[in-house]
């Protein structure tokens, strides 16, 4: 009797075939029929950088890889899935994953083929430096205008709900764009997106967020950010000052590659929206606003860039009724995309609003920008139907204490020693940006 060829798995989430790729190929091919997982695009961005070939391509890529026997996706970093279905005898992979945010699921795998006698064979990851440079150059890519455009429109498709972080400078863009949790089923937590709040770029700066930084020095911070990282950037474009301004507003900001403006629909001296009624602020009639929103979309010159309607009627006091009026006159004035605002601690008119909006419209963004309502989860938001959540002045709010005790304490103690263990080292100060970056 023929004996019954091996069924070999491996999973793949490079965009880039190099030779360190191909020669694990060629030894998983030895091992018998080579079923190829190609991980969605959601999976591979949870995990490394974000994928510049989508996932179509990428699968096209491994179906012309001579010897292949079948290429599906894997849709996330747990193999579970498709072990259940495909029961290979052999999984295969680089033998990097030991250790790390890939360990839980190379356990999981472990377990997984135990139950039913398969094997993990694993083979050492090739550490060739002409493969990072491969890699770095792919990443180097991210941070062209264009790709960083799209970026947000590809990730907000991908995941349904987004998140974005306050970054204020280089130093804080680079926080965004590196911090990272392991998280416990294994992959990466990191942000989305950066948010270049107006309340924060003014503060840095010491002054009132009063349209008062004028947009040469903030496309001057967006330029600081953009130098050092490559997520997305969505900028706080305060009321979007006159019309007749806000489409050179519009055409530079898609040139530079931001992928989205906000602004909101007041007029006159915009005060911060946390004051809510406590300063003097007024409202934008809805046609003239719904001018802006149209002068703003016939000025962008791609596809891609998206001008989001902020709408201040529950800050203002102005009625549930009278935002959600605003928001269909908005949408249909040609905005991609919402935010609701509220100062309330309390998230039940913020969750009225998606719910009544979501009756008549399912597709269009909500943004929300939940300092005040900060009890809600991103997994509540999302159920409800919100897609972007900013964290919109975390950093500089965390910054300004921790200078101001270290300040305190020299004053106090007539020296440094004391404040030591609250700085970073010199060290890791002068390490921290490596100067090719
Ligand atoms: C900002 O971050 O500047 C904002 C959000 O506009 S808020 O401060 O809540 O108005
Ligand atoms: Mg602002």
Redesign the pocket.
Known sequence: MEKKEKIVYMCMSTDVIHGGHIAILNKAKKLGKLIIGVLSDEAVSSYKRFPLVPFEERKLLYQNIEGVYKVVEQKDLSYIENLKKYKPDYVVHGDNWKSGYQKPIREEVIEYLATYGGKLVEYPYSKEQKYQDIDDMMRGQLSLPNIRLQRLKRVLDMKGLITAM?AHSGLTGLIVEKTAVEEEKGGLKQFDAMWV????DSTEKGKP?IELVDMTSRFRTIEDIMEVTTKPIIF?GDTGGLKEHFVYTVRSLERMGVSMVIIEDKIGLKK???FGTEVKQTQDEIENFCEKIRAGKAAQKGKDFMICARIESLILEAGMDDALKRAFAYVKAGADAIMI?SRKKDPAEIFEFVEKFRAKDKTTPIVV?P?SFNTVTEEEFKARGVNIVIY??QLIRAGFPAMQNVAKSILKNHRAKEVDDQCISIKEIITLIPEDY
């Open positions: 306050e709040s107006s309340l924060c967020d706080d911060n929206s946390l605002h920008v300092t919109a002045n």
